[in-house]
């Protein structure tokens, strides 16, 4: 069995990382000139997509979607044998998996 921590990205996380990554090339548009500038923002650009990219094909991999399901199920059957009802137990593992890290 694929021994394998999965944490899925959050949109909002997803979001605010290829927002975030624009940030780091601030200093460099600040020196270069007008070509230059549109040199880095594409440089940028094309790394950010490409990251986006290799993301989604990361979490698309089916393995890591069983994984993920097995690792929410299991927690969900711990909930209710902890006592915890069918729909409190729900919640949270819902919770869980909306949960923005």
Request: with cysteine; aromatic share 8%; glycine share 0%.
């Amino acid at each position: 069995m694929l021994a394998l921590q999965f944490r899925p990205c959050s949109k909002k996380r997803f979001l605010r990382l290829a927002l975030i990554l624009p940030l780091f090339s601030m200093p460099l548009l600040a020196q270069a000139q007008p070509t230059e500038k549109a040199s880095v923002l594409d440089f940028v650009n094309q790394q950010v997509a490409e990251q986006l990219l290799n993301q989604t094909k990361a979490l698309s991999n089916p393995e890591l979607i069983k994984a993920q399901a097995d690792y929410f199920r299991a927690m969900y059957q711990a909930l209710i044998s902890s006592g915890f009802s069918q729909e409190e137990s729900l919640k949270i593992v819902v919770a869980m998996a909306s949960k923005d890290e």
